[in-house]
């Protein structure tokens, strides 16, 4: 079945320090890949997305790349702040919307 | 414009009761998904409502059943209730167009004793 494998777990960076979370996905026609950022007790917020159509794509700070034959995409996050600490998920939909999930990495920004 | 809204924001029940979980779409949005989130997991895909139909389930018991009703407005139900029902259950709306935007409610949080 559908599978979105997401890693670390957990990563501590230094802060100004770049941050990178790779995640791999099984279903060979999933097409969009976003990215969320969950604060404790908050909602999933939508920082990133991607389609299958470009390679890369970045806004200020955060960008994604997706390679399509690998089945993996990453999101990389330059220059981290104290408030990019939070739980961030990777996921994937094929063309019926069912959204995938990652399991999570908890990021911890260190002064 | 509102955003995605759901109620109750904290639930408490007792195994084997029923609960009845309300979210109201993102304004111009008339999809709603159901994600249950279990301490410390990623959201799980429960199933995705379209034009009062359910669209898309994903691997959840027929305890978990919903509606959608003709203003967009969704509600999600779950019967005899489990210990392991216990967790964040989110709502996400988007406007029906394939892979568009999912945007979050704020949860119930739903605790069964």
């Known amino acids: 079945g559908e599978n979105v494998e997401q890693h670390p777990s957990t990563l501590s960076v230094q802060e100004g320090d770049s941050a990178v979370i790779k995640c791999t996905y099984s279903d060979s026609a999933s097409n969009y890949f976003p990215w969320y950022k969950q604060e404790l007790g908050k909602r999933p917020q939508l920082i990133i997305d991607?389609?299958?159509?470009?390679g890369e794509k970045k806004d200020q700070r955060i960008a994604v790349t997706l390679n399509k034959t690998a089945k993996h995409f990453s999101l990389h996050i330059t220059e981290t702040q104290p408030e990019d600490s939070a739980v961030y998920f990777c996921?994937?939909?094929?063309?019926?919307?069912?959204?995938?999930f990652g399991k999570g990495t908890r990021l911890h920004i260190l002064p | 414009d509102a955003g995605v809204t759901q109620s109750p924001t904290h639930l408490i029940k007792t195994r084997g009761q029923q609960v009845t979980l309300r979210c109201s779409p993102k304004s111009g949005h008339d999809t709603v998904s159901w994600y249950q989130q279990a301490l410390g997991q990623g959201p799980q895909f429960i199933f995705q409502?379209?034009?009062?139909?359910?669209?898309q389930r994903g691997n959840f018991p027929d305890r978990f059943s919903g509606h959608q009703f003709p203003n967009y407005s969704s509600e999600l139900n779950v019967n005899a209730l489990l210990l392991g029902d216990s967790a964040l259950y989110l709502c996400a709306s988007s406007s029906g167009t394939p892979l568009d935007t999912q945007y979050f409610g704020p949860g119930t949080r739903l605790t069964v004793l």
């Open positions: 409502y379209y034009e009062e139909e359910e669209r």
């Open positions: 996921a994937a939909s094929n063309r019926d919307d069912k959204i995938i």
């Open positions: 991607i389609r299958s159509n470009v």
